[in-house]
């Protein structure tokens, strides 16, 4: 059995960790908690969560880190340093680095010293990243081989769109400056991935800070500032090299290469267009994409536009690169695809757990390509859920889904003004891995609705020992 820590941080292989006990630490996961856009006037912080189902502590928050600064939407978070790191003694994952999505400031967390009571360890400034990098709104952490840490970005100080990335010294965290070279450099930033057997790195596009930071306008969608590009950069010299359009309105958000490292290939979520696509390297050392699976738009009466769509906000796949997992925010449903056949991904597992369309509401269904029917209102221990799932983690051995329900707290009040009122949850879907399926867990509940300070929008999910998001094999 693989053993964790013995040959650095992480596991050799991405199923040496599928069967990895020992640093699963599936006892307690890390979630930003934000006040943005709530009303209340109070800092974000990291909770700590007991999931440990044998604890009396089970589904309750035990620790909370508050920021010193108001308004800083905390968001997504990656390790100081992580599995493509394996071999190397002398590293310890022990730092979680949280950007600032709207702030554009970095906390870095010492998760290492009390495991289910953090600390801040240092916070960078945003006029240092300002400086140095001449980007702001950072956004996806990745922890690299050589040490460093680099971070996207989505803008420039002025709140224009620019995807660089932000490198960090993974010793002291000072910002050492930009990673990418040249000044062809992308008009829009959000997620990345890299994988340097392929001399690869992909970045994704959101959309325009200064636009899309108090809500969506409809009529943005039309002016050039939200993404529709696959970025793809040389890993070696760092020069951005390609982009692949994925169509007007997609909005491609996570992205995602197969584990293997050996796999020239990946997907990648569209939001808007709610639709999944390959990526894949070709003879001739481009790269291209297929669409591979597409949520039909629901045609509605009761809300912003007649045409609904899935609004797909986060993927995953599985550590033995087997199942594609991925959230639909509006229509309300996740889903799980097998990928054994990676052009030809096959439904195998749904589970409503809210969304715009429930039986009953403002939202009323009038064509539907896929149910004959609104699902019912999602309730889980006597409490309807509000909003939609969204953020996902897989346990490293894949058998059980975490889901949280906030995506940005701009949106949430905009498309969900209950879920900012009454706060995010967080539930387990049980999973089968043999044949696909998905359950939820209804003894699983985390209500950040009734946190100490008031309700607050619980965002992206971490375990101590690493995750399917967090860890890149090289």
């Known amino acids: 059995m693989a053993k964790c820590g013995a040959c650095g941080p992480g596991y050799k292989t991405p199923l040496d960790a599928m069967k990895g006990k020992s640093c699963q630490l599936e006892e307690i996961v890390y979630l930003p908690c934000i006040y943005r856009n709530t009303g209340i006037e109070k800092p974000d912080y990291v909770a700590t969560v007991d999931i440990d189902p044998k604890s009396p502590h089970y589904c309750q928050v035990i620790h909370r880190l508050p920021m010193p600064n108001l308004r800083d939407e905390l968001h997504h978070s990656g390790w100081n340093t992580c599995s493509s790191s394996f071999g190397d003694v002398t590293k310890k994952r022990n730092r979680l680095i949280f950007p600032s999505l709207?702030?554009?400031?970095?906390?870095?967390?010492?998760?290492?010293?009390?495991?289910?009571?953090?600390?801040?360890?240092?916070?960078?400034?945003?006029?240092?990243?300002?400086?140095?990098?001449?980007l702001a709104n950072p956004h996806t952490t990745h922890c690299l081989g050589n040490g460093e840490i680099m971070i996207s970005s989505m803008g420039d100080p002025s709140g224009n769109g620019k995807g660089g990335f932000i490198l960090l010294d993974g010793e002291t965290f000072e910002v050492k400056g930009n990673w990418e070279k040249g000044s062809n450099i992308p008009k829009l930033g959000y997620d990345f991935w890299y994988q340097p057997r392929h001399n690869v790195l992909m970045s994704t596009e959101w959309g325009m800070p200064k636009v899309l930071a108090n809500g969506l306008d409809p009529a943005d969608l039309k002016t050039g500032s939200y993404g529709r590009y696959i970025n793809v950069w040389d890993w070696t010299t760092h020069v951005f090299t390609q982009s692949i359009d994925l169509g007007e309105d997609s909005i491609p958000l996570e992205i995602r290469f197969l584990h293997n490292p050996d796999a020239a290939e990946g997907y990648v979520g569209c939001a808007l267009s709610s639709a999944i696509h390959r990526f894949y390297k070709t003879g001739n050392g481009n790269w291209a994409v297929e669409k591979v699976v597409q949520v039909p738009s629901k045609k509605v009466n009761g809300w912003l536009f007649p045409d609904m769509p899935g609004l797909i906000t986060d993927i995953l796949i599985s550590l033995d690169d087997r199942f594609l997992y991925f959230s639909n925010w509006l229509h309300g449903d996740i889903r799980q695809y097998d990928i054994s056949d990676t052009r030809k991904p096959r439904l195998v597992g749904q589970v409503f757990l809210g969304g715009k369309i429930p039986r009953g509401g403002p939202v009323v269904v009038v064509e539907d390509q896929e149910l004959n029917s609104q699902p019912e209102p999602f309730v889980i221990k006597g409490k309807r859920v509000q909003g939609g799932p969204q953020m996902i983690q897989l346990s490293l051995d894949g058998k059980r889904l975490y889901v949280s329900t906030s995506l940005y707290s701009a949106w949430d009040k905009q498309f969900y003004p209950d879920l900012v009122k009454e706060g995010s949850v967080m539930l387990q879907i049980d999973v089968d891995t043999e044949k696909g399926g998905l359950k939820v867990n209804k003894n699983f509940l985390v209500d950040f609705g009734k946190e100490p300070d008031g309700p607050v929008l619980a965002h992206e999910i971490r375990y101590p020992g690493g995750d399917c998001s967090s860890d890149i094999w090289v």
């Open 102 to 134: 709207i702030s554009s400031r970095i906390y870095v967390v010492d998760v290492g010293t009390d495991m289910r009571a953090p600390r801040i360890h240092k916070m960078i400034e945003p006029v240092n990243v300002f400086w140095k990098c001449g």
